[in-house]
């Protein structure tokens, strides 16, 4: 009980009313007083009591006609009145109960029954107010959560909402109240997906948590993430209960924060930590196929002069009109960013010197012509650096000090541009390379062998699949690693038969396990020159059928680069392979961002994110918004996302709560033989068995054998 709690006491008989306010004083209570029922009706509303004793038999206003009219006028709805009577009737009663009261005494009045009463009644009015105080706070909180509730009889295929729908949505529930109405309301990209989960739910009676698009009124589309859970009552054994929640406004602006965390303000461009990431991606593939990058930095001269004589607007006015002018001038597979004030950068994925010195040389002569600032004509000239992979550097962060030390090299020496200066390397070595090459593969390849890295579903923590990776191992040289030959073999054109002993070894290996109950899908990569073969689609076919394996057991993956060297000829010949039967995947999906709205007509089966995404997802909350913007875009067209290159627990955790289908990296396992991928296979189909939880350090769960 709280000391502040205050009782009105209408009573018209004083001697009563001194007697109540002497008991009740007695435990604690703030005691007010009324002579008759016109009065008390004028001391409530002034004071607001939190419970009234009110005597039924009183001059001017009856205790009947003064609740019924307290009912009606109190602030907070509840207020305790326990009503006093010297008649127990039953009429009595019920007339007090209709008029509005809480509770009745009969006189003479039991006090220690009063007491009681008063104690009850204001613990109940306190409980009483604790709940709305709770449901308003939630109400409140749902509304700014922009919440609602629904409810799906699975068996019926019947669908209630909260009113909340149409005020959020603009979609009446109505519109929605059946499984089919939702789907037909629902994206057409969406409702695929959204029909197998709510089909999968309602076969396993599982949670469904999806996020989809709900087409509204006036061509709008709004963002909404739907999770319920099978709740059945009696009657409905099929019912499953949720909550919906709005979130367009939540996805735009992660978009934006994305966009801005990733671009220049002024020019729209990517920024340096962009660029960065998509150099060093487009690095990481040059030394897998055999590819090089070239990289040319453009410096504005004299815009610390052009912002003192005209002012920062114009300068700014400068920027933009250079930054269109290089979106026009060069080729669209071009990335171009602006690092720094006066800096802009460009790279595309060929080393053909010749040519990036030519095109170089055009943008120059582009930006030396006259400008119009307003009223201002204005004469730029540039400065450019050309740095190249492999032969200037061996990472991003090289490739651009590189390039700027060769910009200022074109400086120095008063010149338009200047070309980096060749890494230091051993002519005697990279000789002594392709001999064994050569003798390699004379040696019917007998120095080679492939290792199987697992790739793991998160769901469940099994091995589903493995990818297939090249190794050599000299017999003097030692160990070497593949971003060491595979340059020099696309250079000397041998890479198309290493291509196709790694197709063949990879399906063989494939029918042994499956011999030894072991089944997984193997993953093997398709280097450029292999992909432009015109024979490659029937090597396909005699490898798979040798093996004696289903082209569905194959996942072929081809890199973003490849697939946009010849779009039109790559749609068509995906979608030949898919309708024989294989899965075909994108490998390092995610930083080729230009090509984005192509790569969606490819027919796919899985999307590989990038493991520069990967490496920093856990302090990057702009690593985190790309990655699930991907994996909600391949949601949303049915395909598998798998993410490369984890290697912490904390990562994974990450990629689990975004999304992520399954995870490949040095967390799960490294690398590995035939012989030890078997074991390791088998261990943890045991350790699965005996209710183990899984990795870390690579401790993960596999597929049972058969």
């Given at each position: 009980m709280?000391?502040a709690?205050s009782i009105l006491?209408?009573?018209?008989?004083?001697?009563t009313?001194l007697?109540i306010?002497?008991?009740?004083a007695?435990h604690?209570y703030r005691?007010?007083?009324?002579?008759?029922?016109?009065?008390?009706?004028?001391?409530f509303?002034?004071e607001q009591?939190?419970?009234?004793?009110m005597?039924v038999?009183?001059?001017?206003?009856d205790?009947?006609?003064?609740?019924?009219?307290?009912?009606g006028?109190?602030?907070?709805?509840?207020?305790p009145v326990?009503?006093?009577?010297?008649s127990d009737?039953d009429?009595?009663?019920?007339?007090?109960?209709e008029?509005?009261?809480?509770d009745?005494i009969t006189?003479?009045?039991?006090?220690?029954?009063?007491?009681?009463?008063?104690?009850?009644?204001l613990?109940a009015?306190?409980?009483?107010r604790?709940l709305?105080?709770?449901?308003?706070?939630q109400?409140?909180a749902q509304k700014i959560?922009?919440?609602?509730?629904?409810a799906?009889q699975?068996?019926?295929?019947q669908l209630?909402?909260?009113?909340d729908?149409a005020?959020?949505?603009g979609v009446?529930?109505?519109?929605?109240?059946?499984?089919?109405?939702?789907?037909?309301q629902v994206?057409?990209d969406d409702?695929?997906?959204?029909?197998?989960?709510?089909?999968?739910?309602?076969s396993?009676?599982?949670?469904?948590?999806?996020?989809?698009?709900?087409?509204?009124?006036?061509?709008?589309?709004?963002?909404?993430h739907?999770?319920?859970?099978?709740h059945?009552?009696?009657?409905?054994?099929?019912?499953?209960?949720?909550?919906?929640?709005?979130l367009t406004?939540v996805r735009?602006?992660e978009?934006?924060?994305?966009?801005?965390a990733?671009h220049d303000?002024?020019?729209g461009?990517?920024?340096?930590?962009?660029?960065l990431?998509?150099?060093?991606?487009?690095?990481?593939?040059?030394?897998?196929?055999?590819?090089?990058?070239?990289?040319?930095?453009?410096?504005?001269?004299?815009?610390?002069?052009?912002?003192?004589?005209?002012?920062?607007?114009?300068?700014d006015?400068?920027?933009?009109r250079?930054?269109s002018?290089l979106r026009q001038?060069l080729?669209?597979?071009?990335?171009?960013a602006?690092l720094?004030?006066?800096?802009f950068a460009?790279f595309?994925?060929?080393?053909?010197l010749?040519r990036?010195?030519?095109k170089t040389?055009?943008?120059?002569?582009r930006?030396a012509?006259?400008?119009?600032?307003?009223?201002?004509q204005?004469?730029?000239?540039?400065?450019a650096?050309?740095?190249?992979?492999p032969?200037h550097?061996?990472?991003?962060?090289?490739?651009?000090?590189?390039?700027?030390?060769?910009?200022?090299?074109?400086?120095?020496?008063?010149?338009?541009?200047?070309?980096?200066?060749?890494v230091?390397a051993?002519?005697?070595v990279e000789?002594?390379?392709?001999?064994?090459?050569r003798?390699a593969?004379d040696?019917?390849?007998?120095?080679?062998h492939?290792?199987?890295?697992p790739q793991i579903r998160?769901?469940?923590?099994r091995?589903?699949g493995?990818?297939?990776?090249?190794?050599?191992?000299?017999?003097?040289i030692?160990?070497?690693a593949?971003?060491?030959?595979i340059p020099?073999?696309?250079?000397?054109?041998?890479?198309n038969?290493?291509?196709?002993w790694?197709?063949?070894?990879?399906?063989q290996?494939?029918?042994?396990?499956?011999?030894a109950?072991?089944?997984?899908?193997m993953?093997?990569n398709?280097?450029p020159?292999?992909?432009q073969?015109?024979?490659?689609?029937?090597i396909?076919?005699?490898?798979?059928?040798?093996a004696?394996?289903r082209?569905a057991?194959?996942?072929l993956e081809?890199?973003?680069?490849?697939?946009?060297q010849?779009?039109?000829?790559?749609?068509?010949?995906?979608?030949?392979?898919?309708?024989?039967?294989?899965?075909?995947a994108?490998d390092?999906?995610?930083?080729g961002?230009?090509?984005?709205?192509y790569?969606?007509?490819?027919?796919?089966d899985?999307i590989k994110?990038d493991?520069?995404f990967?490496?920093?997802i856990?302090?990057?909350?702009?690593?985190?918004?790309?990655?699930?913007a991907v994996?909600?875009?391949?949601q949303?067209?049915g395909?598998?996302?798998?993410?490369?290159?984890?290697e912490?627990q904390r990562?994974?955790?990450y990629?689990d709560a975004?999304g992520?289908n399954?995870?490949q990296g040095f967390?799960f396992g490294k690398p590995?033989?035939a012989?030890a991928l078997?074991?390791f296979?088998a261990?943890h189909?045991?350790?699965?068995?005996?209710?183990g939880?899984?990795?870390?350090?690579?401790?993960c769960?596999?597929?049972p054998?058969?």
């Amino acid at each position: 009980m709280s000391a502040a709690e205050s009782i009105l006491i209408i009573e018209d008989d004083l001697a009563t009313r001194l007697l109540i306010r002497s008991v009740l004083a007695r435990h604690g209570y703030r005691l007010l007083e009324a002579g008759d029922g016109q009065e008390g009706l004028e001391v409530f509303a002034r004071e607001q009591p939190d419970l009234v004793l009110m005597d039924v038999m009183m001059p001017r206003l009856d205790g009947f006609t003064t609740c019924s009219t307290l009912r009606g006028c109190e602030p907070i709805p509840g207020t305790p009145v326990i009503m006093l009577t010297a008649s127990d009737s039953d009429s009595d009663v019920e007339k007090a109960f209709e008029a509005g009261a809480t509770d009745f005494i009969t006189k003479p009045i039991n006090w220690p029954l009063l007491v009681a009463r008063v104690r009850y009644a204001l613990r109940a009015r306190r409980t009483s107010r604790e709940l709305v105080t709770t449901r308003l706070r939630q109400e409140y909180a749902q509304k700014i959560a922009r919440m609602g509730f629904w409810a799906w009889q699975a068996d019926s295929g019947q669908l209630e909402w909260s009113a909340d729908l149409a005020e959020l949505t603009g979609v009446r529930s109505e519109q929605v109240d059946s499984l089919p109405a939702l789907l037909e309301q629902v994206h057409p990209d969406d409702r695929k997906r959204l029909a197998l989960a709510m089909d999968v739910a309602r076969s396993d009676r599982s949670r469904l948590d999806q996020e989809i698009r709900l087409l509204a009124p006036d061509d709008a589309v709004c963002v909404l993430h739907l999770v319920a859970a099978h709740h059945p009552a009696q009657g409905r054994a099929e019912l499953f209960e949720g909550a919906f929640q709005e979130l367009t406004q939540v996805r735009e602006t992660e978009q934006m924060v994305q966009h801005m965390a990733l671009h220049d303000t002024l020019t729209g461009l990517p920024n340096r930590k962009l660029f960065l990431r998509l150099l060093e991606s487009a690095i990481e593939r040059a030394r897998q196929n055999g590819n090089g990058v070239a990289m040319i930095l453009f410096d504005i001269n004299r815009l610390g002069r052009i912002n003192d004589a005209l002012g920062m607007q114009a300068g700014d006015q400068l920027l933009g009109r250079i930054a269109s002018s290089l979106r026009q001038v060069l080729p669209l597979d071009t990335n171009i960013a602006r690092l720094d004030s006066d800096e802009f950068a460009v790279f595309v994925h060929h080393n053909d010197l010749m040519r990036v010195h030519a095109k170089t040389e055009a943008v120059l002569a582009r930006a030396a012509q006259p400008i119009s600032i307003g009223d201002e004509q204005l004469f730029v000239s540039m400065t450019a650096g050309i740095a190249l992979f492999p032969e200037h550097a061996g990472s991003a962060e090289e490739l651009v000090q590189a390039a700027q030390d060769a910009r200022q090299s074109a400086r120095l020496q008063a010149k338009p541009l200047a070309i980096a200066k060749p890494v230091s390397a051993n002519k005697a070595v990279e000789l002594k390379l392709e001999f064994a090459l050569r003798a390699a593969l004379d040696d019917h390849f007998q120095q080679f062998h492939l290792v199987y890295q697992p790739q793991i579903r998160l769901s469940d923590n099994r091995i589903v699949g493995v990818e297939a990776l090249i190794r050599w191992e000299h017999p003097e040289i030692g160990l070497v690693a593949p971003p060491r030959f595979i340059p020099i073999m696309e250079e000397l054109g041998l890479i198309n038969a290493l291509g196709e002993w790694i197709l063949r070894s990879a399906c063989q290996q494939l029918r042994r396990w499956q011999d030894a109950g072991i089944h997984l899908q193997m993953s093997v990569n398709i280097s450029p020159r292999q992909f432009q073969d015109s024979a490659l689609s029937e090597i396909l076919g005699d490898a798979v059928a040798q093996a004696g394996i289903r082209p569905a057991d194959l996942k072929l993956e081809i890199t973003e680069s490849i697939a946009m060297q010849d779009p039109q000829g790559t749609v068509e010949l995906l979608r030949q392979w898919r309708e024989r039967g294989y899965q075909i995947a994108i490998d390092d999906f995610g930083v080729g961002y230009s090509s984005l709205e192509y790569l969606l007509r490819f027919p796919l089966d899985a999307i590989k994110i990038d493991r520069t995404f990967i490496k920093d997802i856990v302090e990057s909350p702009s690593d985190r918004a790309i990655v699930r913007a991907v994996t909600v875009m391949a949601q949303s067209m049915g395909l598998t996302t798998i993410a490369e290159g984890v290697e912490t627990q904390r990562q994974q955790d990450y990629l689990d709560a975004i999304g992520i289908n399954q995870v490949q990296g040095f967390l799960f396992g490294k690398p590995m033989r035939a012989e030890a991928l078997a074991r390791f296979h088998a261990a943890h189909y045991t350790q699965l068995q005996a209710g183990g939880a899984g990795h870390p350090s690579g401790q993960c769960l596999a597929e049972p054998l058969a």
